[in-house]
Nanobody, 122 residues
Framework: QVQLVESGGGLVQPGGSLRLSCAASEPTLNYYYIAWFRQAPGKEREGVSFMSTRDGRNFYSDSVRGRFTVSRDNAKNMVYLSMNNVKPEDTGVYYC???????????????WGQGTQVTVSS
């Protein structure tokens, strides 16, 4: 079973940028979709984006569309989440997940990383 490891989180000021990485232990093409989720303190986990590994199409939540971008490096089994113009409400633990159904619904993904903390604050 693939293992996912996120990295790149940290403290960033509002309006700044950050790039998160998701390293997979096997080719991400082995799964149909790679997704990013986040969870703020006291809130439910919410979908940020998901990517079709077959054709590279990306889907974004309304709250991040136009600010966040997902990319991948198949040779390195890496998926990235580039976060631009971040806002305090982007604060949370960010997770990458792998599954075979494209969705923003967490329960449809069976494989998760451990998460990386992103804090947006001045």
């Amino acid at each position: 079973q693939v293992q996912l490891v996120e990295s790149g989180g940290g403290l960033v000021q509002p309006g700044g940028s950050l790039r998160l990485s998701c390293a997979a232990s096997e080719p991400t093409l082995n799964y149909y979709y790679i997704a990013w989720f986040r969870q703020a303190p006291g809130k439910e986990r919410e979908g940020v984006s998901f990517m079709s590994t077959r054709d590279g199409r990306n889907f974004y939540s309304d709250s991040v569309r136009g600010r966040f971008t997902v990319s991948r490096d198949n040779a390195k089994n890496m998926v990235y989440l580039s976060m631009n113009n971040v806002k305090p409400e982007d604060t949370g633990v960010y997770y990458c997940a792998a599954g075979n159904i494209g969705s923003m619904t967490p329960r449809l993904y069976g494989i998760w990383g451990q998460g990386t903390q992103v804090t947006v604050s001045s």
